[in-house]
């Protein structure tokens, strides 16, 4: 079992920053797999950010650039840092974790999801 737990949810401005944590405990190794995602007003819940097993981190075209998605290890902590937000990054932003994941933005294959945390980016 893995628990997660977000922080870091507001309301900005549109070219404002807003840091999003989530915190997790329980069943996390070497295979964990662990990403953002988000699910807008009237949009399904797509991949934002992954940093898989392999440190390698992959990020969703529409936040290439603006978006950096981090882990302290030692905290066992995520981070997504967003920079020059958008409207269209309003949503509801989830953390998750997955073990052994291939498609890494997808989404289907992580088991554990946060509460989520809600941004708003007004105009």
């Known amino acids: 079992q893995v628990q997660l737990v977000e922080a870091g949810g507001g309301s900005v401005q549109a070219g404002g920053s807003l840091r999003l944590s989530c915190t997790a405990s329980g069943n996390i190794h070497s295979g964990t797999s662990m990403g953002w995602f988000r699910q807008g007003p009237g949009h399904e819940r797509e991949g934002v950010a992954v940093i898989d097993s392999t440190r390698r981190t992959h990020y969703a075209d529409s936040v290439k650039g603006r978006f950096t998605i981090s882990k302290d290890n030692a905290k066992n902590t995520l981070y997504l840092q967003m920079n020059n937000l958008k409207v269209e990054d309003t949503g509801i932003y989830y953390c998750?974790?997955?073990?052994?994941?291939?498609?890494?933005?997808?989404?289907?294959?992580?088991?554990?999801w946060g509460q989520g945390t809600q941004v708003t980016v007004s105009s």
């Open positions: 998750a974790a997955g073990h052994w994941v291939a498609d890494h933005l997808g989404g289907l294959e992580y088991t554990y």
